[in-house]
């Protein structure tokens, strides 16, 4: 099992900042793909952006490529997104997801992801 606990949402303008932070916990020692998901109210829930946890390689969403970066400390077992230049439409829930298993053909599918953190909320006025 893998628990995620997610903090650093809040409230911010158009065209600020937040950093997320993901804590892992549990049988983190085989984790192999980390994700940022968010989810707002009457959508599905949508990739933000990936890490595989080995190579460090990343993907994002064309969405927030160039603004959003997704960054690991293996020491600390901490997965972080830094969001600049938020945008109003980008208000919603924000999930930590972790995967321990290389099988699925999409990480992008939150289906992918067998943990989830509880979410942190992200509002952004404009």
């Known amino acids: 099992q893998v628990q995620l606990v997610e903090s650093g949402g809040g409230s911010v303008q158009a065209g600020g900042s937040l950093r997320l932070s993901c804590a892992a916990s549990g049988y983190t020692y085989s984790t192999y793909c980390m994700g940022w998901f968010r989810q707002a109210p009457g959508k599905e829930r949508e990739e933000v952006a990936l890490?595989?946890?080995?190579?460090?390689?990343?993907h994002y969403a064309d969405s927030v490529k160039g603004r959003f970066t997704i960054s690991q400390d293996k020491a600390k077992n901490t997965l972080y997104q830094q969001m600049n230049r938020l945008k109003p439409e980008e208000t919603a829930m924000y999930y930590c997801a972790s995967s321990t298993d290389s099988y699925s053909s999409d990480y992008t599918r939150p289906e992918s992801f067998p943990y989830w953190g509880q979410g942190t909320q992200v509002t952004v006025s404009s």
């Open positions: 890490i595989f946890v080995a190579g460090g390689s990343t």
